[in-house]
């Protein structure tokens, strides 16, 4: 359960930073999402719930790192040509089921078990056949092109660790020490709703003064993509009743509640109001840009982020703040995303104390090095410039310039979606 703080007000003109906001959330939210079995084919991109003890060596058995033929280095000549006779085949799956004698050779292919023996194998394009003998060259090196029992794992070893995301290669290695299900977190799950007498679903009549609803469907991506179970409540007139009984009824079977706008001090800003009778709502005033107003707070047992209005303003503070939230709530271990250094490819001056974030995307110069442009317009409400962005520079609050050439922090669009 995420525990509520009231050190989130800050007085007026007073803002917090953002390293101190996130160190206060690492602090206060903990784990909801409960844990399941699931067989490995549907345990892709969710959180590992225990950790992995390998109860078997991988390669559980000396084998065969290329098709050739197995020999013992003892046999092999010092100097010139060896000259063995070749008397058995060895594939995998089949193993020869004797210990190898001396001096002679036997054909194996890649994956074979390696008799008794063994230390070494011949590539096949380094030998000739002639007759019943094979025939290889001078340079040899004992213990080439063979795989050793427990090379990659070994019996005992810890090989996945509680709280990861499982990609494709923790399924593998899971796979590969036998292990057909995993311990795994729950899906969290989410409500999404939009506010406003003004916003229209898209594929309907959009009357004059009226927006369609771009961020519902954003904030509802994000959360896919981050393995959320996501219910859309829709769009909710301004009415402090119908907010506040579909936040009501939301909390009761959600780990999380988000919404964009609706969370100012306005008249018609019914939002706020409604999460505080029904629980907390700290308003969070970040050194920031984009990103205010954003509010964190609980109704009932779930979660609440209020989002600003404006779609990059959104997109911003759920990737750098809410995302760490919901992957803390999922049980996840690591929470934050990696920035890159790549040189700037623009000028630009920024205000002293805040932390910026500016839309760009990355070219190569002519030394093979990655540079980032700006985009050219910095509006939070030009959704055009995150799709044609590659990711996020993140200008720290000391910084007030940067300069054509000086190395910033890049965040890839690749690292949080």
Request: glycine fraction near 10%.
């Amino acid at each position: 359960m995420a525990e509520t703080a009231n050190d989130c007000f800050r007085p007026a003109g007073e803002l917090m930073k953002l390293d101190a906001a996130l160190a206060l959330l690492a602090e206060r939210i903990k784990p909801v999402a409960g844990t399941e079995t699931a067989p490995l084919a549907r345990a892709l991109d969710r959180t590992l719930a225990e950790t992995l003890t390998a109860e078997r060596d991988v390669p559980p058995h000396d084998n065969a790192a290329v098709d050739g033929f197995a020999v013992r280095f003892a046999d092999v000549a010092a100097d010139g040509e060896t000259r063995l006779p070749v008397t058995g085949r060895v594939a995998a799956g089949h193993p020869l089921g004797r210990p190898a004698r001396p001096a002679e050779a036997l054909r194996i292919f890649t994956g074979a078990l390696v008799p008794e023996g063994i230390d070494t194998i011949v590539m096949q394009e380094d030998c000739r056949l002639e007759g019943e003998n094979v025939v290889f060259g001078p340079g040899l090196r004992a213990g080439v092109n063979l795989r050793r029992r427990g090379e990659d794992v070994r019996a005992g070893d810890v090989i996945l660790e509680e709280g990861i995301r499982l990609r494709p290669q923790e399924i593998g290695l899971a796979a590969s020490v036998g292990r057909a299900t995993l311990r795994v977190r729950a899906p969290l799950r989410a409500a999404v709703f939009s506010t406003g007498d003004e916003v229209r679903d898209p594929g309907t009549p959009v009357p004059e003064g009226c927006i369609y609803d771009a961020n519902r469907y954003v904030i509802g991506g994000l959360l896919a993509g981050l393995g959320c179970t996501v219910t859309d409540l829709g769009i909710l007139p301004d009415r402090l009743p119908v907010i506040r009984q579909a936040l009501e009824r939301a909390a009761a079977d959600h780990h999380l509640i988000i919404t964009s706008g609706g969370i100012s001090v306005g008249d018609e800003d019914h939002v706020r109001a409604a999460v505080e009778a029904l629980g907390h709502l700290h308003l969070w005033r970040l050194a920031i840009k984009p990103g205010r107003p954003l509010a964190l707070g609980q109704v009932g047992g779930a979660v609440f982020a209020g989002l600003p209005g404006n779609p990059v303003a959104a997109m911003v503070t759920f990737l750098r703040i809410v995302r760490p939230v919901i992957l803390t709530l999922a049980g996840r271990r690591e929470t934050q995303p990696r920035c890159y250094k790549v040189r700037a490819a623009f000028a630009y001056r920024k205000k002293a104390g805040r932390r910026e974030f500016l839309r760009a995307h990355l070219v190569t110069d002519a030394g093979g090095e990655p540079r980032a442009v700006k985009y050219a317009a910095d509006g939070s409400g030009v959704l055009t410039s995150m799709v044609a962005a590659d990711g996020l520079v993140e200008l720290p609050e000391w910084m007030e310039a940067v300069k054509d050439g000086d190395v910033i922090d890049f965040l890839p669009f690749a690292e949080v979606l």
